[in-house]
Nanobody, 115 residues
């Protein structure tokens, strides 16, 4: 049974940092691609960062140079390090992976950035 659980969200001031974690059970991250999405109120869900099973990464243009996605294969956990946060980064952040054609999602962790 695949389960993804996000943690690490919170309230920070602009310019601060947070590290989000996505822990998996019933799923081996290093064999598949893992994505971080976010959704702000009234906005569409958007892809923020991606890491492949081979360790290649991609980022949405607005977070390049500020966010870093990484993976710890021993802990089977994917991270999103977020630096220099801006109010525009305020959203619920979701972890996502695909196994055998099925999308798996966590329930989200909320990030709020104050001016």
């Amino acid at each position: 049974q695949v389960q993804l659980v996000e943690s690490g969200g919170g309230l920070v001031q602009a310019g601060g940092s947070l590290r989000l974690s996505c822990a998996a059970s019933g799923f081996t991250f290093r064999l598949y691609t893992t994505n971080w999405y976010r959704q702000a109120p009234g906005k569409e869900r958007e892809l923020v960062a991606r890491i492949t099973g081979g360790g290649n990464t991609n980022y949405e243009d607005s977070v390049k140079g500020r966010f870093t996605i990484s993976r710890d294969n021993v802990l089977n956990t994917v991270y999103l390090q977020m630096n220099n946060l801006e109010p525009e980064d305020t959203a619920v952040y979701y972890c996502n992976s695909v196994q055998f054609g099925t999308n798996y999602w966590g329930t989200g962790t909320r990030v709020t950035v104050s001016p």
